[in-house]
Each structure stands twice: as structure tokens, then as C-alpha cells.
């Protein structure tokens, strides 16, 4: 007999069935929660944005660059790396772990925080980059050319090719090889701030000066007169040279700076002239050039060189002996002027050059060198400081002459040299060698003073009456000197009696034979200030024509020709 099958089976097997689903559902579903659950926790970096860029004064101060999480327990074996270095995870009760990015060097960094997951735990990888720059860009700065008045002067330099210059706070353009250049107001260049900064903000920056000056005078041709520094202060010889510049029959005021008793007559700021006492300060230099200037008159400084008795008995006394020029006995030379530095040595150079600067820096047109000499006598009764054996005194001279003027080329000024009469022909004499000291001048200011010369000077019987013929014989043989060189005539006249008769007549004379050579610029000398002011009319005079004149010559000069010029009482000019 067959069984008959229970109909108990299906439902027992569809309740077991229905069991195990529900426990499944369950169980999965508390996998899930699990799951879900450790996927909660949050990575994040604090204190540094991701693809950051830190510089040289974000790694200074501190960068505070910290993960946090809110399940430090769930993160506890995760592996932190910080630009290749594994970090310990030790997270504080607050979910918070210190990452130290300012100690790495510089380049571009990767912060990474990965946990591996399984069926319970979900994986973790998060990461972030940033780029430590703390390099500062190259700056250099091309030397600043001197500033005068209100003109531009170009600011040029180099710096990194990615840079960003600023000059005095405006940007300007960086080529590709760095280059960049910008104009500035003269009156505002002395101190000129330059910055450049790179993409990461690293700033470099540099400071350029310069010397400024203020606008030079418009006047180029030379007519002037010499005023000592009392005459300066003096209202009654002061005015009546303004009156001759507002008239417009002068049109230069030469100056004395520092005169033959060793005396800077300004209020000079030079160390040297301090510390010997040389510096009077009876006028205020800028002062004096900016009233000048305001007339439209051209200011020559005078500055007396190696004649200076103040600084010769200092020296002397300091037993700083080189300085001073001696005699072979070795005691110091005096003579007329009580005592003369050595034009060789170098510091004795350097406190001239520097009094020039600043002159030129208060506003001075041009330098007139004088006493730029040894003085006169054999060669071999004197001692020169700082010469050597294979130098003569005249090459010495003409190295002063061109230190000189490798010194006042950035300030864009002229400058000249008094010299004497003689040394157009006799250059050993006093050591003035014109044709190699006009290589380095713009003027040479010969003294052909008629009271000066000796009879015969030049076949000239009597120079002290035949004023005319000394003055322009003498005066061909410098244009000639000066010929082929940069330097131009700008003689010395006689205005002042000495022995002979002198006036109006005089000093047109002199006026008229320096035009008949060609030249058309003078000065005039009185050591009191007091000018023959009637003669200056002969501006305004069609040169005469002269008669027949002898060609210049030596015509038998006297050997005590420079004597009357170191003897007589008058300066040299």
C-alpha cells in the first residue's frame, strides 16, 4: 500500500525558509549598520588648504597644520605620511594630530592618511598636496646716474625672470632674462626702493642712491668774476656783482670754495677740512648757488689745492710729514704761502676731490682748480710725499687731473685749472704740463696777468704798458697748447694794479686780445672784489682790429719771471 504524502512538509519547509530570510535580512542588516558606521568618521587637514603654496614668512611664523578626525580610535592604525616620512597616528582624546610641515625643505609635499578595510571596516585614503618657496628672488641694482634737478634718471637692474619688481611702489615689466627698468623725478631719486617679490611672495628688496643735485645753470659760455668768501658776505661787494649779473654783462660768479690760506670758506660737512679747523662756515653753500642760479648766473668753484698752510703745519705737527712738501734737509717748506701738501700723496688728493663732490652736490657748475702745482724753485730742493721715483712732478699733476675727473663725470660737470703764464712754454717749472692736463680738462684758466711778466717776455719791451701785446702773444701759445684736446681757453685778466698803470683802458685791452685769438670767455681777477665795472661794456663792442702783432715766442724770458708771481702780494687767481 503507498503512502500518501503529508501536507505538513511544504509548510514546515516554507516556515524554516521564511526563518532563515528573516535572519539573514537581520544579520545583513547589522553588517550594514557596522559598515555604515565606520564609514562616519571624518579625515580632515586643518590649518593648510589643499595645493597650498607656504613661503619664507608663512614657514617663519609657523604654519599650524593639524588632521582631525572624530574617530581617533577608528584611525589608530591608519598609515599618515608626510612627504615620505610615516607619522606615529597618535590622535589626542579630541581627534587631533600636529603635522609639522614647516620643518620640510623647500618643493612641493604630499600629506596621506589610507587605512586598508575589510567586510567591517571601510578603507580610508585621503590625501593632500602643498608646495613649500622659501628662495628670495636675485635683485641687483645697475649704479644710479646722478640726479639733477627734476630730470628723469633710469633705475635699471636684474632679478629672476618670474619675479615681480616694484620700483618705489609702481610695478614695472621683467623681460625674460630678468632685466627691468623704470625712471624716477631727479629731486626724488636720492634713495630709490626697489622690489621683487616671487610667485610665492618672497619679497627682496634694495635700496639704490644717488647724489642730487640741483638744476644746473643754462650758462655754458664763461664771463665771470672772482669773489672771495668775504666778499660774499659782504652786502657792499656782493651787490654791486649781483647788479653786473642782472645787467647781463656777466653771466659766471667764481667762487672760492677753499682758498690759498687753507680755509673752506662754506659750511662744509668734509671730515678732513673739520679735523684740521679749515672749515669757517661763513655761508651756507647751497644757499649761495640757489640765489646764483636764480639770476641765471653759472657758479665756478674755486678750490685751492696744494697751497695750504693750515693743513701743512697740522700735518706737521701731527708728524704726518709725508703729507707736506719738504726740503731735502727735511725740514717743511714754507715760502710764501707758509707751507704746501704734496700733490702726490693720496690722502692729500682724496680731501680735494671730496670738497669737489660736495660742491657739486650743493649745485656748483663747474670745479676751477688752482695751486695745482709744486712749488717753484730746482726740483731738487724738494721732498714730494708720495711721488715716485719713476714720476715726475708734472705727470703727477696731469694723473691728479684725470683722477679729478673720473670723479666729477657722474655729476655731469665741468671742470678746469688755473695755471700760470709760463707754462705754455716752461711746463718743469712749476709743473703744469698744459697739453697733457687739457686731455682730462673741459678748460685751462691760464694767469697772463701783464703785471706778471718780466721785459722781453715774448719781445714784448715793457708788458706792464703794452698790455694788449703780452696778453694776446701769451694767449696763442695756450690755444695752441690746447689744441686737439677737450680743454678750451678761459683766461685769467688782469683787474687790479700792480706796478703799472691800470683801468678801463687795461682791462679792455685784455678783453680785446683774447677775443682776437678766438677767445670769447674770461674771468677777471681782484683779490678785493672791487671790478672796473665801465670796461665790461667793451661786451657790447665789435672787436677792434689790432695791428700787425709778433709771433708769439720765449723772447728771452727771465728766470725771475714766476718769482714776481710767488713774491708779489697779489693771489695767484
Known amino acids: 500500500m503507498s ?89 589626542d582624546d579630541e581627534g587631533t594630530l600636529p603635522v609639522a610641515v614647516a620643518d620640510l625643505p623647500d618643493g612641493t609635499h604630499e600629506l596621506s592618511v589610507s587605512r586598508p578595510g575589510d567586510w567591517r571596516t571601510p578603507a580610508v585614503d585621503e590625501s593632500w598636496s602643498f ?20 630730470e628723469p634718471v633710469p633705475v635699471e637692474g636684474e632679478t629672476d625672470p618670474e619675479a615681480t619688481v616694484t620700483v618705489e611702489g609702481e610695478e614695472v615689466d621683467v623681460d625674460d632674462d630678468g632685466r627691468f627698468a623704470a625712471e624716477v623725478v631727479g ?23 644717488t647724489a642730487w643735485v640741483p638744476s644746473r645753470s643754462d650758462v655754458e659760455q664763461i664771463n665771470g668774476l672772482h669773489v672771495s668768501f668775504h666778499g660774499w658776505v659782504s652786502d657792499q661787494l656782493r651787490e654791486p656783482i649781483l647788479e653786473l649779473a642782472e645787467q647781463g654783462r656777466i653771466n659766471t660768479v667764481q ?56 693743513w ?21 717748506h714754507t715760502g710764501r704761502y707758509d707751507g704746501f701738501t704734496s700733490f702726490a700723496h693720496e690722502q692729500v688728493r682724496e680731501y680735494h676731490y671730496d670738497l669737489a663732490e660736495e660742491a657739486v652736490r650743493a649745485g656748483v657748475d663747474d670745479i676751477l682748480w688752482d695751486y695745482i702745482r709744486r712749488p717753484d724753485g730746482p726740483e731738487e730742493e724738494f721732498f714730494f710725499g708720495g711721488l715716485d721715483e719713476d714720476t715726475s712732478p708734472e705727470e703727477s699733476i696731469v694723473e691728479f687731473t684725470r683722477e679729478a675727473d673720473e670723479r666729477l663725470a657722474p655729476y655731469g660737470v665741468e671742470h678746469g685749472a688755473s695755471v700760470y703764464g709760463i707754462a705754455a712754454t716752461r711746463p718743469t717749472q712749476i709743473a703744469q704740463d698744459i697739453p697733457a692736463m687739457a686731455e682730462h680738462l673741459d678748460y685751462v684758466a691760464p694767469m697772463v696777468y701783464y703785471s706778471h711778466w718780466g721785459p722781453g717776455e715774448y719781445d714784448v719791451d715793457d708788458p706792464g704798458t703794452q698790455v694788449y701785446e703780452i696778453t694776446n702773444r701769451s694767449l696763442a701759445d695756450f690755444v695752441d697748447a690746447v689744441e686737439g684736446t677737450r680743454a678750451r681757453v678761459v683766461p685769467w685778466l688782469q683787474d687790479f694794479q700792480l706796478g703799472s698803470p691800470h683801468g678801463e683802458s687795461q682791462v679792455r685791452d685784455q678783453l680785446r686780445a683774447a677775443a682776437d685769438e678766438g677767445i670769447d670767455e674770461w674771468l677777471l681777477w681782484n683779490a678785493s672784489v672791487r671790478y672796473t665795472e665801465s670796461a665790461l661794456d667793451v661786451l657790447d663792442e665789435a672787436p677792434e682790429e689790432d695791428e700787425d702783432v709778433e709771433a708769439p715766442g720765449d723772447g728771452g724770458v727771465e728766470d725771475d719771471a714766476t718769482e714776481t708771481m710767488e713774491e708779489e702780494d697779489v693771489d695767484e687767481g
Not at 629731486?187 to 642712491?209: H, K
Not at 690760506?261 to 647751497?286: F, K, P, S
Not at 697740522?314 to 725740514?331: C, F, I
Request: a negative charge.
Open 312 to 332: 701743512a703745519a697740522h700735518a706737521w705737527e701731527e708728524g704726518d710729514r709725508d703729507l707736506v712738501v719738504q726740503r731735502p734737509e727735511g725740514t717743511k
Open 187 to 209: 629731486s626724488e631719486a636720492e634713495r630709490v626702493e626697489v622690489v621683487a617679490t616671487s610667485p610665492a611672495g618672497n619679497a627682496t628688496d634694495a635700496e639704490v642712491t
Open 255 to 310: 667762487f672760492d670754495l677753499k682758498d690759498e690760506t687753507g680755509y673752506v670758506g662754506y659750511d662744509t660737512q668734509v671730515a678732513q677740512a673739520q679735523e684740521i679747523g679749515a672749515d669757517l662756515g661763513l655761508y651756507d653753500l647751497e644757499e649761495a648757488v640757489a640765489e646764483l642760479h636764480a639770476r641765471g648766473v653759472r657758479v665756478s668753484g674755486r678750490i685751492v689745492a696744494f697751497a695750504d698752510p693750515i
Open 131 to 150: 608646495t613649500i618657496d622659501t628662495a628670495f628672488p636675485d635683485l641687483e641694482l645697475d649704479e644710479l646716474d646722478v640726479a639733477i634737478g627734476d
Open 3 to 91: 503512502a500518501v504524502p503529508s501536507r505538513s512538509w511544504p509548510r514546515r519547509t516554507l516556515a524554516v525558509g521564511v526563518v532563515l530570510l528573516l535572519v539573514a535580512a537581520v544579520v545583513g542588516a547589522g553588517l550594514l549598520l557596522v559598515r555604515n558606521g565606520a564609514e562616519r568618521p571624518d579625515v580632515a587637514l586643518e590649518g593648510l588648504d589643499d595645493e597650498a603654496l607656504l613661503n619664507a614668512e608663512d614657514v617663519e611664523e609657523g604654519v599650524d597644520a593639524r588632521l582631525r578626525t572624530d574617530d581617533p580610535q577608528g584611525l589608530a592604525q591608519a598609515e599618515i605620511v608626510l612627504a615620505g616620512e610615516e607619522l606615529d597616528p597618535d590622535f
